[in-house]
């Protein structure tokens, strides 16, 4: 499916190109989608002892690739995250993922510990922050916040919920202060005083502490909740990049650029409505064959599904993506490896971070951050880099029996 809608994204009707032409993104995509059916035989061959016994050298091996690229890369449109291996271009932020995940089930299942372990919460901080931070540094922002969907591990491991809870609160603050910027500011000082007091009570009443605690808890978290959202001004002008801020704005009031920075996210939701429940039929889609919908084969390739197939073929491809969440869920749980468990809920967590942000960002409930849909769009490493992802955990399960023999 996702390499029909790579073609019809691209699809030109005066050259009427083929779908094999490796002159075009369909061609090139066949290339990577024949490759990676090599990379499965070798990933469900491989002794699955492997993957747990090189989990670490594997993640060394990735770090060092993204240090690299920030020496010899080459530079694709502001970021520099790019190997060029005559003419093959290779990503090596997409397999930090994978290596990260393995690195993770590695040291939680040798330390035995909990995420509720204060330095074993730390560890797995550092694990994550170093490749994310390699990341930014090559300039792209996009496929570092991904690792923030390795809080679905830690969560599963035994990282307090309250805790996440409490950051979800943050980011709605945030985005409840871009809401009042501009308005009366009493207004807005009583209204994020009263939500900070009302999270803070929240915080008290969830904390499992001592009352002492919890209320000192409570009275710091509704301050730092208040100071949070006093500083998204700071925060706006000083650390995001104007184009970041754009982005987040245009969230909050579409109309603030329609013609600039808002133009993607405009076209798109034109395209995926104009498609209507039924679609315009393969091939017959007219935001995205005349480039009205620009990144339409990678970022925004399910304009071309939404366009095409409509709201009933929109539907299959989010309920096939929500089934297989609840596939890997299933696996995950019914292993008795923590190894495998972990690494399940990692390609859970990776697989969902990248379905929700890029699906929502082409109907403009998320900032255009630019990370791929998982199968779906266009490029070479995310294809591989999901496919050895998943395809890894199938062979973990497939002798999960063994590793029951021997425990």
């Not at 510990?113 to 300039?139: C, H, R, Y």
């Given at each position: ?67 690299l ?38 040291l ?76 009366d500011?009493?207004?807005?000082i ?29 009275v ?82 399910f ?13 299959i ?68 880099s ?6 890894i ?15």
């Amino acid at each position: 499916m996702g390499w029909a809608n790579i073609y019809a994204a691209v699809y030109d009707p005066d050259i009427q190109q083929g779908i094999f032409n490796t002159d075009y993104n369909a061609g090139k995509q066949f290339v990577w989608f024949s490759l990676s059916l090599v990379l499965i035989i070798a990933v469900l061959v491989m002794d699955f002892k492997f993957y747990d016994t090189f989990a670490l050298p594997i993640y060394g091996v990735v770090m060092l690739s993204l240090i690299l690229v920030l020496l010899f890369g080459r530079e694709v449109a502001g970021s520099k995250s790019w190997f060029d291996l005559g003419g093959i271009r290779i990503q090596p932020a997409e397999f930090a993922k994978l290596a990260t995940g393995l690195a993770i089930a590695k040291l939680l299942s040798y330390s035995g510990k909990k995420l509720d372990n204060i330095p074993t919460f730390f560890t797995m901080l550092v694990l994550i922050s170093f490749p994310a931070a390699l990341i930014i540094l090559q300039g792209d922002t996009g496929s570092a916040l991904v690792f923030a969907s390795f809080i679905i591990v830690f969560y599963r491991e035994g990282f307090p919920g309250f805790i996440i809870a409490l950051g979800l609160v943050f980011v709605l603050f945030f985005i409840i202060t871009l809401f009042f910027r501009g308005e009366d500011f009493n207004i807005m000082i009583w209204s994020i005083v009263a939500l900070g007091f009302i999270s803070g009570a929240v915080f008290f009443i969830l904390a499992k502490k001592k009352r002492l605690l919890k209320a000192v808890s409570s009275v710091l978290v509704a301050f730092l909740l208040i100071g949070m959202a006093f500083s998204v001004d700071y925060i706006m002008k000083n650390v995001l990049k104007p184009h970041q801020s754009k982005r987040i704005e245009f969230l909050v009031d579409p109309n603030i650029d329609p013609m600039g920075i808002g133009w993607q996210v405009t076209q798109s939701k034109i395209a995926i409505g104009s498609g209507g429940l039924i679609g315009k039929g393969f091939l017959k889609g007219t935001q995205t064959k005349f480039d009205f919908v620009p990144d339409q084969s990678t970022d925004f390739i399910f304009c071309t599904v939404g366009e095409e197939r409509g709201w009933i073929g929109s539907l299959i491809v989010i309920g096939l993506f929500i089934a297989l969440f609840f596939r890997v869920m299933f696996i995950a749980e019914r292993q008795k490896s923590r190894f495998t468990r972990i690494y399940g809920y990692s390609v859970l967590g990776i697989f969902f971070f990248h379905f929700m942000v890029n699906i929502g960002m082409t109907i403009g409930l998320f900032p255009v951050i630019g990370i791929p849909l998982p199968f779906f769009s266009y490029g070479g490493s995310s294809l591989w880099s999901f496919t050895i992802l998943l395809f890894i955990l199938i062979k973990l399960d497939a002798h999960r029996m063994q590793i029951l023999a021997r425990v």
